[in-house]
């Protein structure tokens, strides 16, 4: 049975940072894209980032690229989310999501597998 635990979650001023984890039993993240979305209150999941599987290659939101890096730890079966420079509007909660795609990774109705989501607060 699949599985996709994030951890990480905080409370964190603006400027600050936090580093968010996803591991996974059940697959390997290597043959795997593997995403970040972020759901605010009244809003809809929208994507952060994702990790594109066995190619490296790496795609983010425009409101996170430069501050947000993804990358992954074959070893660990983790993928990590480091968040710098945070801002109150990145205050949601952070989903990690797997699926076995090479395009259209910026949807939610892309991916086969979700985690539950750890939530971040970022304070004025």
């Known amino acids: 049975q699949v599985q996709l635990v994030e951890s990480g979650g905080g409370v964190e001023q603006a400027g600050g940072s936090l580093k968010l984890s996803c591991s996974a039993s059940g697959l390997t993240f290597s043959s795997y894209t593997v995403g970040w979305f972020r759901q605010a209150p009244g809003k809809e999941r929208e994507f952060v980032a994702t990790y594109i599987r066995s190619s490296g290659y790496t795609d983010y939101a425009d409101s996170v690229k430069g501050r947000f890096t993804i990358s992954r730890d074959n070893a660990k079966n983790t993928v990590y989310l480091q968040m710098n420079s945070l801002k109150p509007e990145d205050t949601a909660v952070y989903y990690c999501?797997?699926?076995?795609?090479?395009?259209?990774?910026?949807?939610?109705?892309?991916?086969?597998?979700w985690g539950q989501g750890t939530q971040v607060t970022v304070s004025s």
């Open positions: 999501a797997a699926g076995r795609i090479f395009y259209g990774w910026r949807s939610v109705s892309s991916y086969q597998y």
